[in-house]
């Protein structure tokens, strides 16, 4: 597993890249909720009114890395996201900067 420190606007946050075979569980975890890659089901967590959105690649076949997320556009959020003001479409690093 890998962890880096990512720097925000406003805060510092945290990022995961845990290899699982042929791909990478990849997130980036504020204090309030996260941005994750594809793998992650943010409605399960709306169940417990935690924010969390997924992104998709601006390039390439798959999120990769913390810089993938950051670069990525949200495909889903959940809930409690969306009160937040993350939408579909802005990227990672527009939706992390609302956690």
């Known amino acids: 597993m890998e962890k880096v420190t990512v720097q925000l606007a406003h805060k510092v946050a ?3 890249v845990i290899p699982l075979g042929p791909a990478n569980l990849v997130a980036i ?3 309030v909720g996260l941005v994750g890659c594809g793998a992650f ?3 399960a967590l ?3 009114s935690y924010p969390a959105a997924k992104v998709r690649p601006a390039t390439g076949p798959s999120i990769v890395n913390t810089t993938d ?3 990525g556009i949200v495909k889903e959020t959940n809930r409690a ?6 939408k579909n479409g802005m990227t990672g690093r ?3 900067e609302q956690l």
């Open 14 to 16: 945290e990022g995961y």
């Open 29 to 31: 975890i504020t204090d």
């Open 41 to 43: 089901d943010v409605a």
């Open 46 to 48: 709306d169940s417990f």
């Open 69 to 71: 997320i950051l670069t």
């Open 81 to 86: 996201a969306m009160s937040r003001g993350i």
């Open 94 to 96: 527009q939706a992390l």
